[in-house]
């Protein structure tokens, strides 16, 4: 392992230093092993390692290639280790939320269009009068990743997104046990797009901080009856 270390940490350091760019093509394996002394196995192993987080595309019969290295592609790996948390960690998932949401929210209100916020009227409009738990976490989920791309930050998008999923869940399980969870849910959604149409940032950050604290503070009294 250690020498597919160094060979991974070789590769990455072409592209940090920019002889390697989003796109480019990487030189045909015994070149390559040759020019940075390794042998073909161990360039191998860390070609595979490095696609597997999607800095390299390996294409069969066309060669292998550096990725776009977008944050959302990069971070993509990070949403497959989140799935595989435990159920006794989501607490943790929500503090986290409590925590970028907000500021992902603030930033919205600043950097939203108004055709922005008028697609963000849309979402919090379709959702039925009456819902199933099943569409009101789907519009749930549809609404927070819109403000979340408002944002303007495609890093703290990302983030958010990868813990979208390990907390739906619990969201489900609160709309199925606790009363009046789907009026809440509507209540405060509507609370929030106000504030960012509003433009006030501070007011949307309070009502975003809100509503996941909401859910959190459900989940730690429910975890503590079990």
């Not at 191998?44 to 990725?67: K, M, P």
């Not at 290295?69 to 939320?97: A, C, N, W």
């Not at 405060?188 to 901080?209: G, M, P």
Request: proline share 3%; charged share 25%; aromatic share 4%.
């Amino acid at each position: 392992m250690a020498v597919t270390d160094a060979a991974i940490d070789k590769i990455k350091q072409m592209i940090l230093s920019g002889e390697l760019a989003p796109g480019d093509r990487l030189p045909k394996e015994a070149d390559l092993a040759e020019r940075l002394g390794l042998s073909r196995n161990s360039l191998r192993e860390a070609v595979r390692a490095l696609s597997l987080i999607n800095v390299l595309d390996v294409r069969q019969g066309d060669g292998t290639y550096v990725t776009s290295l977008e944050p959302g592609l990069l971070l993509d790996t990070m949403s497959f280790v989140l799935d595989l948390h435990r159920d006794d960690t989501v607490i943790q998932f929500f503090e986290v939320r409590r925590i970028l949401e907000p500021a992902a929210t603030a930033m919205a209100t600043e950097q939203m269009s108004d055709a922005d916020i008028a697609e963000l009227r849309v979402i919090l409009e379709s959702l039925p009068a009456r819902p199933t738990v099943e569409e009101l976490v789907a519009n749930d989920l549809q609404f927070h990743h819109r403000i979340a791309q408002g944002s303007g930050n495609s890093v703290l998008c990302s983030f958010i997104e990868s813990l979208s999923g390990p907390t739906t869940r619990a969201r489900i399980w609160r709309g199925l046990t606790q009363e009046g969870a789907m009026d809440k849910t509507r209540e405060q959604h509507t609370a929030i797009y106000e504030a960012i149409a509003a433009r006030q940032a501070d007011v949307a950050r309070a009502w975003a901080t809100v509503h996941v604290a909401g859910v959190e503070s459900w989940l730690r009294r429910a975890l503590e009856m079990d």
